[in-house]
Structures are given as C-alpha cells and as structure tokens.
C-alpha cells in the first residue's frame, strides 16, 4: 500500500502528463524535479515527496491561471466593437 502522498504524486502526475502529452515520462520527472529545486537546492535523489508533489501542484495552478487569463482575454476580445466600426 502507498501513502498517500505518493498517491497524490500519481494522480498529479497523470494530470500533468495530461497536459504535456509530448512529453515522454523521464522528462515529466526531471521537469519536475527542477521545478522542486526553486524551493530549495536539492540534489534529485535527496527531493522530499512533499517537494515533488507541490512542484507539479504549483505547476499545474500557473497553468490553470494562465489558460483562465488566455480565455477571458480571448472571451473579451470577441465581445468588443472591430476598429472602425461603430
């Protein structure tokens, strides 16, 4: 039986590779693992599973974040009068 981190870990791994469907697994992991080293420099093999797993969190949230301000930039853009029309 795995933790519960580690079960966190996995279901934000398949969300992220969800994202990045290009990217093949090891490049998930290293991505991520430099991500980590913003918090601290840390060596790969010494990355706390908290570390890791709020890494791809963080990561995910500036995703999300970024694709809200895309779509409401997008969204009002649309709804706003062409230049040189009334």
């Given at each position: 039986?795995?933790?519960?981190?580690r079960?966190?870990?996995?279901?934000?791994l398949?969300?992220?590779?969800?994202?990045?469907?290009?990217?093949?697994?090891?490049?998930?992991?290293?991505?991520?693992?430099?991500?980590?080293?913003?918090?601290?420099?840390?060596?790969?093999?010494?990355?706390?599973?908290?570390?890791?797993?709020?890494?791809?969190?963080?990561?995910?949230?500036?995703?999300?974040?970024?694709n809200?301000?895309?779509?409401?930039?997008?969204?009002?853009?649309?709804?706003?009068?062409?230049?040189?029309?009334?």
């Amino acid at each position: 039986m795995i933790g519960p981190t580690r079960a966190d870990i996995m279901h934000a791994l398949e969300e992220l590779s969800q994202q990045h469907p290009n990217w093949r697994f090891g490049q998930l992991v290293v991505n991520v693992s430099v991500w980590a080293r913003e918090w601290g420099p840390v060596e790969f093999w010494d990355l706390e599973d908290t570390a890791f797993l709020h890494a791809i969190q963080t990561h995910l949230e500036q995703q999300r974040n970024l694709n809200n301000q895309t779509s409401t930039t997008i969204h009002s853009s649309s709804n706003s009068p062409s230049a040189g029309h009334p």
